[in-house]
């Protein structure tokens, strides 16, 4: 089930399949919160760390899709997929909006830091923390699709338990 644009959220978006998590919501900053809380509650067995660092980077990507995907004054879906693996938490985020320019995700590389702090840009910093803190990022446009995969490090025997 989806909730639509600007409604909130329904319980039933959320699908549970063994210890995966599936969820569709609409691309509003307050859908991304209520995503992420969501997301955080389902997590709560991890280190808080490992939640942590999945908060931050999913925080990162879905806003990016929110204000760069769809911009300000377009709307749609996002689509997430959460698969517990040996190898850590395998992440799938899928939208219809603009593709990445070039195709391609920022290199992210951090920007120098400015003599005075107040001069500290409010962005930028977004996709140097995917990368630091995800592995085995690849995004790819599917049709009229955006597609990003990526993997979070974990203790995913603790998880299974």
Not at 16 to 42: E, N
Not at 71 to 81: D, N, V
Not at 93 to 118: C, F, H, W, Y
Not at 126 to 144: A, H, K, N, P, T
Request: aromatic share 6%; net charge negative.
């Amino acid at each position: 089930m989806q909730a639509e644009p600007g409604h909130s959220l329904p319980e039933q978006a959320l699908r549970r399949h063994s210890k995966d998590i599936r969820l569709t919501f609409p691309s509003s900053p307050l859908s991304v919160r209520r995503a992420l809380q969501t997301i955080i509650a389902d997590l709560q067995d991890l280190e808080l760390e490992e939640r942590g660092s999945v908060e931050l980077v999913l925080a990162e990507v879905l806003n990016n899709v929110v204000e760069h995907a769809y911009g300000t004054e377009e709307r749609g879906w996002i689509s997430l997929e959460c698969t517990s693996e040996p190898d850590g938490l395998h992440f799938r985020i899928r939208d219809e909006g603009r593709p990445m320019p070039e195709d391609t995700p920022p290199m992210g590389a951090p920007s120098p830091l400015p003599e005075r702090l107040e001069k500290l840009p409010e962005g930028g910093f977004g996709w140097f923390l995917i990368r630091d803190l995800s592995r085995d990022v690849l995004y790819q446009r599917v049709g009229e699709m955006n597609e990003l995969t990526f993997r979070i490090n974990i203790d995913t025997a603790r998880r299974a338990n």
